[in-house]
């Protein structure tokens, strides 16, 4: 879809929720929103949920409008979106914003919560990051406790990725790479009919959504162990923020610490999630001994590296307060 299009689209939705808001008393703010994932799936599920928290108890005060999904505006524009005002609040994860944010990769490296990260000064660290980098409040974090793993419709000996072509985005490409891959980045809108075609052997992906999207139908292997940690971000225009009142403030961050709070069923959630992968015949290929080594010591290196290479001042403060 070309940005023309991507424009008129969303011109033509924000035309409508502006006529849709008409009603609201004069000081109740409305928020215009947009998710990176497909709306009723596993990663826009959270937000969906803040969506109602805030507008439930931020009658009179704020309101959040969904606009509109990855149907509406490409998952790798919605970072752009959110920095240019085009929306005022976007649910997205970093790997899809690196153009304009490239240190946003080293989010997925974090072994805490977002919990510990706000007590321990990481979160303003980050907030900071995105306000200087992108013009965004980085309003909070979810996906915490769900790893990503390697997907594949062939079988694999070890930790070995040569002559497989597989999907990506920025959170695998450094680490499947270096195991000898050939990638290919896609938005998750892609890799079914990549799937179906062939184009691609297999694909990164959290360990949760593979069935919301139907991509068991055409997949045949999980591999073990997972990597890194989900981030899915709720990110607000920085000069909407700014134009809000402390109390119009004050719910979102309210809100967000909710929907933060909710995390923890991830763990849960994870579990059920293997066992409909297991019942829909995804097989597990477990990595062990030196192959399990091999396969997280170089998620870790090759993530670290990558984004000491753009920044290593940043990285190495980043590394310290996000284990
Ligand atoms: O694989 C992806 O599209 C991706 O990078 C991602 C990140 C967070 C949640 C789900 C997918």
């Not at 070309?2 to 703010?29: H, I, P, Q």
């Not at 109602?52 to 790798?76: D, H, R, S």
């Amino acid at each position: 879809m070309n940005r023309k299009f991507v424009c008129a689209t969303l011109a033509a939705a924000l035309v409508s929720g502006g006529l849709a808001a008409g009603s609201a008393a004069a000081d109740e703010v409305t928020l215009r929103g947009t998710t990176a994932f497909a709306q009723g799936t596993t990663f826009s599920r959270p937000y969906e949920a803040f969506v109602e928290w805030i507008n439930e108890n931020g009658k009179g005060v704020l309101q959040i409008q969904t606009v509109g999904g990855p149907e509406a505006m490409p998952p790798f524009e919605v970072g752009n979106a959110v920095s240019t005002g085009v929306v005022d609040i976007a649910n997205v994860t970093a790997a899809f914003y690196t153009n304009i944010l490239p240190m946003g990769d080293a989010l997925k490296l974090a072994e805490n919560r977002i919990q510990d990260q706000r007590a321990n000064g990481c979160y303003d660290k980050i907030d900071a990051m995105h306000q200087e980098q992108m013009n965004v409040k980085y309003l909070g974090r979810t996906g915490d406790h769900i790893s990503f793993h390697l997907y594949l419709t062939k079988p694999l000996a070890g930790a070995d990725l040569s002559g497989l072509t597989i999907r990506t985005t920025p959170v695998y490409q450094a680490m499947f790479e270096k195991l000898g891959a050939t990638l290919i980045r896609t938005p998750p809108g892609d890799v079914y009919t990549a799937l179906e075609r062939g184009t691609i052997d297999g694909y990164g992906w959290p360990i949760q959504g593979v069935l919301d999207l139907g991509w068991d139908e055409q997949t045949k292997y999980r591999v073990d162990p997972g990597f890194y940690q989900v981030d899915v971000d709720v990110l607000v225009n920085l000069d909407r923020w700014q134009s809000l009142s402390d109390e119009q403030r004050a719910l979102l961050e309210k809100g967000i610490a909710w929907l933060e709070e909710r995390n923890a069923e991830n763990l849960n959630i994870n579990q059920a999630e293997a066992a409909k992968q297991a019942e829909a015949g995804i097989e597990v290929i477990e990595l062990d001994g030196g192959d399990k080594e091999k396969w997280l010591n170089t998620a870790r290196d090759a993530g670290w590296e990558k984004v000491a290479a753009i920044d290593a001042d940043t990285a190495a403060a980043l590394q310290s307060c996000m284990r």
